[in-house]
């Protein structure tokens, strides 16, 4: 029993990564319609611009918020520069998807090349071996920090979108872009502003995942994939199915890691993906109209 | 643009004589490719013709029938896989080849059964879920994929005393020209009209009498069939087979060369072929920058020329063909 609260305990923490970078994913989908298949690459490039001013000893109050900075401009400006002209030229739902992985091969290459492919250690504040006891749960000071992140994270965003014009303004967009447009929303702006945050959740996100996973040009493409998997697994237009999501695949796959077989835990998200859209496209706690022929 | 009179003429496939002049040259430019160029050109158009097989099938899903996959790779790991088992076991390469076909064709079906339900960027994430499955299933299974050491593939030995590398390209040169002529022919059939006709639009399809089950699927086998061939001919000419060779990246390779070869056209696919094998050659110095350039030309292809660079030579012939008219 122990060792199942332990498993599950981890897991809550690996899952609110999950969580925000499906999180992301779920604000881009539902309003603007766009898987975003650049977001572990804005993630990581985030994550590299952290690195790199840590490396000029900056310190990581500055460092961090900077690199979190720089993911939203890199996301705002793809979405001006290239989504806003392809869709000026009329660019299918699924030729902006096809935009989105191009961005991400381009800012993949640029990373490796900038950056560097071997794998480096990235400094952080919080100890990944300090370790805290409650009754038998062991947790480090990382997961623990990790944890609360992803609560206070998922928290202003729900502030955000629920309690403030900003919100307000967001839900319409999303919920029906010409009506918004014709009440003198911005919505150019607030589909930009979305994007930004989307992407500075993501780097979020990136940032407490590099000190344990090490730093590499492709460390975010595993989490990436399982936040893919969170966002279907939740609902790919709902914020809080993204949060659901995110932690029952973290839980899952740590209970599967430790009761069934390391080597089944990377593939089970693959399998949850598949499931939840033979059985129930719309996710847990999304609703989409699906047309039946 | 042609005017078609009987179905006859619809059926063939090339319609003006000067036509077949151009295309018979060709051809034959390629068979004697290898007299006449560097042993290493040889050698990188040996590998355009195998791919140009797999993009050519990911080409009938996605452009003709409209029906997304980003898990191509795991087609290409399970028909490689096949062939390499079956090849330990002695088996003969024909047959080889056929199964591995046929077995990536039957997960192709499996696949499909999503595709009934979901749309667009859901089945986009369905595939894309089912390569990495595949890929990770192999890594992680030393009964699949051989453990660490792969799968060591016997290759074939040259025939009427070509040289190793000229034997190797005929022999692909002749299977893709094949697969090429049989894309030609699924296309221009009922098959490929039903296919045309569910990619514009599934409902109407419906009602014109098209059974949307039957020809989804069956695009899939098709597309997922050529993969697994593919996958079976690069085990043969690399002559060895590790699941490091499929991963998530592959499947965008031969996305890419689909995207920029051009949508819904069987020229394009062997020119995207081309192009996502070329660009790694020419930067082979700067390996970290090849993603860079694919991205950049899927940017320009989908904001400037949508249907890729078949859309470029199509539209550079016309304007031959009416010149001195615009």
């Given at each position: 029993?122990?060792q199942?609260?332990q498993y599950?305990?981890s897991g809550l923490s690996?899952g609110?990564?999950y969580?925000?970078v499906?999180l ?11 898987l975003?298949f650049a977001?572990?690459?804005i993630t990581?490039?985030?994550?590299f ?12 109050g ?5 690199a979190?900075?720089?993911?939203a401009?890199?996301a705002?400006v793809f979405?001006f ?5 392809a869709q ?16 991400g ?6 990373v ?9 250690a ?13 009754g038998?749960?062991v947790?480090s000071?990382l997961?623990?920090g990790?944890l609360?992140i992803?609560?206070?994270a998922?928290l202003?965003?729900?502030l955000l ?15 029906n872009?010409p ?15 979305s994007?930004?945050l989307?992407?500075?959740?993501g ?8 000190p ?7 460390f975010?493409l595993?989490p990436?994939?399982?936040g893919?998997?969170?966002?279907i697994?939740?609902g790919?237009n709902s914020l809080?199915?993204?949060i659901?999501?995110g932690l ?21 998200a693959?399998?949850i993906i598949i499931?939840?859209l033979?059985?129930?496209?719309e996710?847990l706690l999304?609703?989409?109209?699906k047309e039946r022929v | 643009?042609?005017?078609i009179?009987?179905y006859r ?6 319609r003006?004589?000067w ?7 060709f051809?034959?430019?390629l ?7 560097p ?6 158009a040996?590998?355009?013709?195998i791919y140009?097989i797999?993009v050519?099938?990911?080409n009938?899903?996605?452009g003709?029938t409209?029906?997304i996959s ?6 290409l ?5 096949t062939f390499g088992?079956?090849n330990l076991?002695?088996?003969p ?9 046929l077995?990536?064709?039957a997960?192709?079906i ?7 339900r979901?749309?667009g960027p859901?089945?986009?994430i369905?595939t894309m879920g089912f390569?990495?499955a595949v890929?990770?299933?192999f890594v992680?299974?030393e009964?699949l994929s051989?453990?660490r050491?792969?799968?060591?593939v016997?290759k074939l030995?040259?025939l009427?005393?070509l040289s190793?590398i000229?034997f190797t ?7 893709a020209l094949?697969?090429?002529l049989?894309?030609?022919?699924i296309i221009?059939?009922y098959?490929?009209?039903a296919?045309i006709?569910i990619r514009?639009n ?5 009602v014109?009498?098209v ?5 989804k ?10 993969t697994?061939v ?8 690399l002559?060895?087979l590790?699941?490091n ?6 499947s965008?390779?031969?996305?890419v ?10 020229e394009?696919s062997?020119m995207g072929?081309?192009?996502v094998?070329?660009v790694?050659?020419?930067?082979s110095?700067y ?6 350039v ?7 292809v ?7 660079l078949?859309?470029?030579?199509f ?11 615009r």
């Open positions: 029993m122990r199942f609260l599950g305990v690996t609110a990564i969580a925000l499906a992301g994913l779920a604000l881009i989908y539902r309003s603007t319609r766009i975003n977001h572990g690459d990581t490039a985030g994550t611009v952290a690195f790199m001013f840590l490396g000029f000893n900056l310190p990581y500055l460092a961090f918020p900077l979190i900075l720089a993911g401009v890199l705002m979405y520069a290239v989504l806003v002209p000026r030229r009329e660019a299918t739902q699924l030729g902006q998807i096809i935009l989105t992985l191009g961005l091969l381009i800012i993949q290459g640029l490796s090349y900038f950056g560097g492919t071997e794998t480096q990235f400094p952080f504040p919080l100890s990944d071996t300090r370790i805290y006891r409650l038998g749960i947790m000071q997961s623990v990790t609360g992803g609560l206070v998922s202003l965003l729900f979108v629920q309690k403030t014009r900003l919100g307000l303004a967001m839900r319409a967009t999303s919920e872009l009506a918004a447009q014709t009440i003198g929303i911005p919505t150019r702006r607030i589909l930009a502003l994007w930004g989307a992407a500075s959740l780097v979020l996100a990136g940032l407490f995942l590099a344990s996973l090490l730093l590499d040009p492709f975010m595993e990436f994939l399982k893919f998997a969170a966002a697994l939740g790919l809080p199915g993204a659901v999501g029952i695949i973290g839980v899952a796959e740590s209970l599967a890691g430790g009761f069934i077989s390391v080597a089944f835990k990377n593939t089970l693959f399998l499931l939840v033979l059985i129930r496209p996710g999304g609703t989409e109209f | 643009m042609d005017l009179e009987s003429e619809e059926l063939q496939l090339i003006k004589p036509t077949r002049v151009w295309v018979g040259l051809v034959l430019c068979i004697l490719l290898p007299w006449f160029v042993e290493h050109v040889t050698y990188v040996t590998i355009i013709c140009a797999g050519q099938g990911q009938l899903l996605i003709y409209g029906q980003f898990g191509q790779a795991g087609f790991c399970i028909g490689a896989f088992h079956l076991m002695g088996v390469w024909p047959i080889g080849l056929l199964a591995a076909g077995a990536a064709g997960f192709g499996l696949v499909g059964f999503p595709s009934l979901l749309k859901y089945l986009a369905a390569g990495i890929y990770q299933v992680n299974s009964a051989g453990g050491m792969g799968i060591i016997t030995s040259p009427f005393g190793n000229a390209y005929y022999f692909n040169f002749l299977i094949l697969f090429t049989l894309s030609y022919n221009s059939s098959i490929g009209r296919f006709a514009d599934d409902i109407a399809a419906e014109v009498g059974n949307l089950t039957r020809y699927l069956l695009s899939f086998a098709i597309s997922s069939f050529y697994g593919q996958g079976g001919l690069y085990g043969l000419f002559g060895y590790e699941p060779m499929f991963t998530f990246m592959e965008i390779t031969l996305f060369a689909v995207i920029i070869g051009g949508l819904a056209s069987v394009g062997i072929a081309a192009f094998i070329l790694p050659q020419f930067f110095a390996k970290e920058m090849v993603p860079v694919y991205g950049v030309t899927i940017l320009i989908l904001i400037f020329e949508p249907l890729g078949y859309g470029r030579w539209k550079m012939r016309l304007y031959f063909r009416n010149w001195p008219f």
